[in-house]
């Protein structure tokens, strides 16, 4: 008998949608070289996204209003099956927005998202519940954590997990996130991607990270082949999303310089003096001063003497393998229905 886990119980037909609208147009875009991702765009995403999972039969489909009208505005003249829930939230224009659509996505019953973001969006909406099945658009500046993908073959697996229909596939196809914990003298947080230490700077600052104030890093996946503070590890000790552990990086005099992408097509050189995988549970210590930054946003300062704290587990979301779950639906034989001919 196949497995049956706790978001397989939770099958309703039921899909939320959480589009952040400022993601991907931050001044770290226009620091760098890269484009706006603009609300057309996402229009059009959000569109293709609902297709995919009207396709396969979902049968409510929840947005959260905001002030652009991005997912309104590519649904509401769109014919669909599925019934369309539009939520209304308190619009504050910050990360609380993405939280607040959780908190009413799954009150009313969704357990399966779609989020249209970068490392951020994400990172709220998992501050928020940690307890859903995701498809990560990315959209955003710096994404690490969200992919690159198709949104009309997203839609279509993330319909299919809501319907129930991925019930008995291999968990591989739905792993467990890694999470950084973090906790200062003042507060407790999440990361997903990132924490860095840096010096010399100040809470709220949206440019660019300044190689020469980055002090020291945690990541839950360095990987070569992204940009922001990822790559920094990945050159040089690559872990990546199903490696159970985490890479500490430490800047300073050493024998190696990096040159990174810290925004796209934004390069500098980061002396790194070592590297260190760390175990699921090890703790790692951040000594102030400085300002603890989060997969990107700079949110917490540590004073001179003060101690932040760190470890990383694999108990975020569960993220929805697209490409895999699309051929296992295809060997499972439900992408294409018998035909009976008359003769």
Same mark, same amino acid.
């Given at each position: 008998m196949p497995q049956v886990t706790a978001s397989d119980s939770k099958a309703n037909g039921k899909l939320a949608l959480c589009v952040n609208p400022m993601s991907g147009? =931050?001044?770290?875009?226009l620091a760098a070289r890269a484009a706006n991702m603009t609300h057309e765009a996402k229009r059009d995403i959000v569109a293709r996204v609902v297709a995919g999972a009207d396709a396969v039969g979902i049968a409510d489909i929840y947005v959260a209003r905001e002030p652009f009208s991005i997912a309104q505005g590519a649904l509401e003249h769109m014919p669909l099956d599925a019934n369309l829930h539009i939520v209304d939230i308190p619009i504050t224009h910050t990360a609380k927005d993405a939280a607040a659509a959780m908190h009413l996505?799954?009150?009313?019953?969704?357990?399966?998202?779609?989020?249209?973001?970068?490392?951020?969006?994400?990172?709220?909406?998992?501050?928020? =519940?940690?307890?859903i099945d995701l498809v990560p658009i990315s959209t955003g500046t710096n994404n690490v954590f969200p992919a690159l993908m198709e949104p009309t073959l997203g839609g279509m697996v993330a319909g299919l997990n809501a319907l129930g229909k991925t019930i008995g596939m291999p968990e591989s196809l739905r792993p467990r996130a890694k999470v950084l914990h973090l906790k200062t003298p003042s507060h407790t947080d999440i990361g997903l991607i990132d924490v860095v230490l840096l010096r010399r700077d100040h809470v709220g600052n949206m440019l660019p990270f300044d190689s020469d104030r980055l002090e020291a890093m945690l990541l839950t996946r360095a990987e070569p082949n992204s940009v922001g503070m990822s790559p920094i590890g990945g050159f040089i000790d690559p872990v990546y999303a199903r490696d159970d552990c985490g890479l500490w990086v430490q800047m300073g005099s050493g024998s190696r310089i990096v040159r990174a992408p810290l925004s796209p097509g934004h390069f500098r050189d980061v002396a790194v003096s070592h590297t260190r995988r760390i175990e699921f549970g090890e703790v790692v210590t951040f000594s102030g001063p400085g300002v603890i930054a989060l997969d990107g946003d700079r949110d917490h300062t540590l004073r001179e003497g003060e101690m932040a704290y760190v470890t990383v587990r694999r108990d975020g979301p569960r993220i929805l393998d697209v490409e895999g779950i699309m051929r296992w639906a295809v060997g499972a034989g439900m992408m294409a229905s018998a035909v009976t001919v008359d003769t």
């Amino acid at each position: 008998m196949p497995q049956v886990t706790a978001s397989d119980s939770k099958a309703n037909g039921k899909l939320a949608l959480c589009v952040n609208p400022m993601s991907g147009r =931050d001044v770290r875009r226009l620091a760098a070289r890269a484009a706006n991702m603009t609300h057309e765009a996402k229009r059009d995403i959000v569109a293709r996204v609902v297709a995919g999972a009207d396709a396969v039969g979902i049968a409510d489909i929840y947005v959260a209003r905001e002030p652009f009208s991005i997912a309104q505005g590519a649904l509401e003249h769109m014919p669909l099956d599925a019934n369309l829930h539009i939520v209304d939230i308190p619009i504050t224009h910050t990360a609380k927005d993405a939280a607040a659509a959780m908190h009413l996505f799954k009150e009313a019953g969704c357990h399966t998202v779609v989020s249209l973001g970068g490392d951020g969006t994400n990172r709220a909406l998992v501050q928020a =519940d940690s307890a859903i099945d995701l498809v990560p658009i990315s959209t955003g500046t710096n994404n690490v954590f969200p992919a690159l993908m198709e949104p009309t073959l997203g839609g279509m697996v993330a319909g299919l997990n809501a319907l129930g229909k991925t019930i008995g596939m291999p968990e591989s196809l739905r792993p467990r996130a890694k999470v950084l914990h973090l906790k200062t003298p003042s507060h407790t947080d999440i990361g997903l991607i990132d924490v860095v230490l840096l010096r010399r700077d100040h809470v709220g600052n949206m440019l660019p990270f300044d190689s020469d104030r980055l002090e020291a890093m945690l990541l839950t996946r360095a990987e070569p082949n992204s940009v922001g503070m990822s790559p920094i590890g990945g050159f040089i000790d690559p872990v990546y999303a199903r490696d159970d552990c985490g890479l500490w990086v430490q800047m300073g005099s050493g024998s190696r310089i990096v040159r990174a992408p810290l925004s796209p097509g934004h390069f500098r050189d980061v002396a790194v003096s070592h590297t260190r995988r760390i175990e699921f549970g090890e703790v790692v210590t951040f000594s102030g001063p400085g300002v603890i930054a989060l997969d990107g946003d700079r949110d917490h300062t540590l004073r001179e003497g003060e101690m932040a704290y760190v470890t990383v587990r694999r108990d975020g979301p569960r993220i929805l393998d697209v490409e895999g779950i699309m051929r296992w639906a295809v060997g499972a034989g439900m992408m294409a229905s018998a035909v009976t001919v008359d003769t």
